[in-house]
């Protein structure tokens, strides 16, 4: 097994190649899953590593116990941060310096791996949590699921590119209501607003994320995952730049297996049979 795919305190990993599943679940129920330096290395090394390894076909990001992810563990890194410095706070600028290895390296890794990732909420979303279910290519909530973007009422600003996914998944006015006044959003309104793909009986949770990322690592990867560039270059392109990446995308996923079997299966009027490659 890929060394990165190996569990770390905190998160278990697993790669199933029969279907091409690579299972990433945060298992810190004590901490409400809180995500600690060590978590968040490990899903960088494995989102990383997933992008490189044609066995994966799909992501399941997932958790253990009654909530998602609470947020990062701050508490925990500022107390050993203290007792490095022998009691004295971090410098003015550890902050800016830690994040782009951390947590402003992990979500754009979860936008841009070019594998789908299916993302399954129960319980609380909060910061880090709540960016990593809006960054995730198709995020399904339990009924009991709440989201919370908790800066402001903690006395300081966004992070993990909150500010920039909260008002493209659901419009500016909203994302100020939950980033300015801390509005803590239910299920039943996340999917009104769009903010996750869809939301079901907290008993249905596993099994219909589950079936999403199979539907998913059964489809023809390589053009699933040129899709997903396509969409993130997109928020920032011009009609002319997307044109062109649309050819260029279009010339790759043409040349495919895949490609060729879709093909074969519309005109033997059949289901295709992918193979990811």
Not at 60 to 67: I, R, V
Not at 180 to 190: F, N
Request: charged share 25%; hydrophobic share 45%.
């Amino acid at each position: 097994m890929n060394d990165a795919y190996r569990p770390v305190p905190g998160l278990d990993t697993a790669l199933d190649p029969a279907t091409g599943i690579l299972r990433l679940t945060l298992d810190r129920v004590e901490k409400r899953n809180a995500l600690d330096d060590v978590m968040v290395a490990g899903l960088i090394a494995a989102l990383d590593a997933a992008g490189h390894d044609e066995a994966v076909r799909a992501v399941l990001l997932s958790a253990q116990g009654p909530h998602f992810c609470t947020g990062a563990d701050i508490v925990q890194r500022n107390a050993a941060e203290e007792t490095q410095g022998e009691g004295r706070k971090p410098r003015v600028g550890s902050i800016q310096r830690r994040l782009p290895a951390q947590a402003h390296r992990l979500i754009p890794l979860v936008l841009t791996v070019q594998v789908p990732v299916v993302c399954a909420v129960r319980g609380w979303a909060a910061g880090i949590g709540l960016a990593l279910a809006l960054a995730s290519d198709v995020t399904v909530a339990a009924d009991d699921a709440r989201f919370w973007a908790p800066f402001s009422a903690r006395g300081f600003t966004p992070d993990s590119g909150v500010t920039w996914l909260l008002p493209r998944r659901i419009g500016e006015v909203r994302a100020r209501k939950m980033l300015l006044l801390g509005e803590r959003v239910p299920a039943d309104v996340a999917d009104t607003w769009g903010l996750v793909d869809r939301v079901v009986p907290a008993d249905d949770l596993d099994k219909t994320a589950a079936d999403l990322a199979a539907q998913l690592a059964a489809g023809p990867t390589v053009a699933l995952g040129l899709t997903k560039w396509l969409m993130h270059n997109g928020a920032s392109a011009t009609l002319d730049q997307q044109l062109r990446d649309e050819g260029f995308a279009m010339e790759l996923s043409s040349r495919s297996r895949d490609f060729r079997e879709g093909m074969a299966a519309f005109i033997g009027k059949r289901p295709a049979n992918f193979e990811g490659r």
